[in-house]
């Protein structure tokens, strides 16, 4: 099975910059979308043998989340479990729970799910909030975790390591390279998951998923790795490949992509 996820930064500007012709040569079983901008009935894009789930945010033309899937789930959930979200200190995180930034589908033998995890913004004005963000989505991704096992993709807004992004030094305790977030990340992974792209290219440098549009950054290859597969640790002696698809354009990010004999 080939499972892609991809930050689109606007679904609807994508697909006027080549979208569906991506779509199609990726040919996925699952197509992940983040930042799809978008509320319902805005886009009527379907593809030949794809379902898909959508969770629009409450805010017009911000964040959202899709999955296309050409298998049917078993049962599809959007956000974070109440019970989560009521044992989370009541700090002003809840504006996140209403940005689409969450879809989970269920089929018998794994979970797939996708994710937009929220920017600290600058400043660190967020950061507190993402704090608990990151918490609560741990503690959901340990109880699929208990049940079956799990894929997750998404744009997570962190840099984990040095050796994901080109400018460590400069960009220390900015907003996605902040040691809180970092930390998290590393709490998350420790939680019984992997980073798949990690776990083939341990060592890897210079390959990044996400480009500022501005200083020529794409064009220098100044990016960042933030977009990510992960997968529950069971899972690893069935991955085959994963990758990250720099020549595709279209976005700030480019898409990434996992392969797994299941």
Known sequence: MKFVSWNVNGLRAACGKGFSDTFAALDADFFCLQETKMQAGQ?????????????????KGYSGTAIYTKHHPLTVSYGLPQDIIDSMPNDGWADMLTEGRVITLEYPDFYVLTVYTPNSQDGLRRLSNRMTWDDAFRLYLQRLDSQKPLFVCGDMNVAHQEIDLKNPKTNHMNAGFTDEERQKFTQLLSAG?????????????????????????????????????????RMQERLTAATIHTDIFGSDHCPVSLEVNL
């Open 43 to 59: 886009l009527d894009l379907q593809f030949p043998g794809y379902e898909s789930y959508w969770n629009y945010a409450e805010k």
């Open 193 to 233: 998951f992997t980073d798949t792209f990690r776990y083939f290219h341990p060592l890897q440098t210079d390959i990044y998923s996400w480009w500022s549009y501005r200083f020529h950054a794409r064009e220098n290859n100044t990016g960042w790795r933030i977009d990510y597969w992960l997968c529950s640790n």
